[in-house]
DNA sequence: TTTGACTGATTGTCGGACAATCCGACCAGC
DNA sequence: GCTGGTCGGATTGTCCGACAATCAGTCAAA
């Protein structure tokens, strides 16, 4: 005898989501678009009645999402001069990937205790990227899926928190590869290596797998700042 | 022939600093100070007008201070219903530590590698944290000496965005201690352990000193936990 | 018991207002 | 020519008042 009522069903509508969607969360969003589609340029300040008359809403409302902006990195708010969009200069790559290397590796030191959602996760992002590459997908959608998976390392801890902090580490980083991008598109086939990567670990190899991450994020620090700081002057 | 002018020297007004003070950041300030010190119970309401009048500001001013808590991990906000004092959950609780875990871990694994400022300033928080608990300390000054320590663990790394992250993880972490003490202020003596942490690590034996570190975090977790929910109900 | 309507409280967003601050230009004086 | 001072415009920081949308609670009706 479960249930005495066929109707009444103790959770029926599961599965449902309601997306709220505040005014300042839209505009907030669509800043973000703006950043990292690299039509905001670094440095580029962003000024609220400007913001306000253009988007058609209260300064207050952009004052609150630009107050989001900052404190996802995206942007920097200096006292009395306002907020602009974040320009990377070299200690904050240097910091930004330091820390990832730390959150990302470990990560995958916890490969063989994380869950199998989680190390499922891992996998099918790489399948993502593997994907996106092979059908030679615009570059945008490659940064995506390149940084989706590197998220996916972090989420082997399973700790939201974490997850989210590595985030907002990527977001400042998607603010200078967005300055990248309107220089030079370099083509970037990372698959073969990821994938490495994940053979490694699937085959118990954590050890060296870590030093292969290691390397692999020491590498894409110096190709940033080349290609930010050695790039040719205008 | 250093200096022909001997009136302009480079870097005359070193650590002059001037800590500009909008009325937000007063405004956060105080309530993260009351919620800290227990005023607020876990749980309560931040009424905007209420606050506004009682503060004699704006409610916008208000507003904008509750962003920051809540960007902090302090508060939370939900959508049409306001914001109020962040409740620590069990999950919550072990996400923190988790999280902490890593940050901190990683530093103390770093030891070695660290610069000379960092390494004194693990072994200036550990003095001062012995010192506080030699003199009796209060118990919010026995438990800010102590998060300063473990902060200082996080500081072997050198990354100002990590450092950042623990930090908010640990004022998450002050709001369930603040909870605590209303209840039951247990008296904490952990320098002896602390301090064998430390000889651990100046002898090199950087592995043991981890696993000193991951069991005292796990201790703390389940003493917490203890504190906070199986606590006589009133 | 469930539904529906009403009320009060609170938030989300708006618009306008003003002082404080900052930036640049212009100007005087040595 | 350099230093120092004044002035005006632009922008932010903060305040105030307003209103629709949303939510929690009550209470009557089906």
Redesign the interface.
Same mark, same amino acid.
Do not use: F, N, T
């Given at each position: 005898m479960p249930a005495p009522e066929p109707a009444t069903d103790p959770t029926p509508f599961a599965g449902l989501t309601l997306t709220?969607s505040?005014t300042v969360d839209r505009v907030a969003e669509e800043l973000r678009r703006a950043v990292f589609d690299g039509e905001l340029e670094s440095g580029t300040p962003l000024r609220e009645v400007a913001l306000a008359d253009s988007l058609g809403v209260a300064r207050?409302t952009v #004052? &609150?999402a630009l107050?989001?902006l900052v404190?996802e990195g995206i942007a920097i708010r200096e006292?009395n001069r306002g907020v602009s969009v974040a320009s990377p200069d070299p200690e904050a790559i240097t910091?930004?990937v #330091?820390?990832r290397a730390?959150?990302e590796?470990?990560g995958v030191r916890r490969w063989a205790e994380a869950s199998d959602e989680a190390r499922d996760a891992v996998r099918a992002a790489l399948r993502e990227y593997a994907a996106a590459v092979a059908a030679d997908a615009s570059y945008q959608e490659l940064n995506e899926r390149h940084l989706t998976l590197h998220l996916s390392f972090v989420g082997l801890? &399973?700790?939201? #928190?974490?997850v989210a902090?590595a985030e907002t580490?990527i977001a400042e980083l998607k603010v200078a590869l967005a300055q990248i991008d309107r220089i030079r598109r370099n083509a970037h086939d990372q698959a073969g290596s990821h994938t490495h990567l994940l053979e490694l670990l699937e085959a118990g190899e954590v050890a060296a797998a870590t030093a292969d991450l290691e390397a692999h994020l020491a590498d894409a620090e110096v190709a940033i700042r080349e290609a930010l700081f050695q790039a040719p002057p205008e």
């Open positions: 709220h505040s207050s #004052r &609150e107050g989001l404190a006292p910091d930004v #330091r820390a730390v959150l590796i470990a801890q &399973e700790s939201p #928190r974490l902090m580490l």
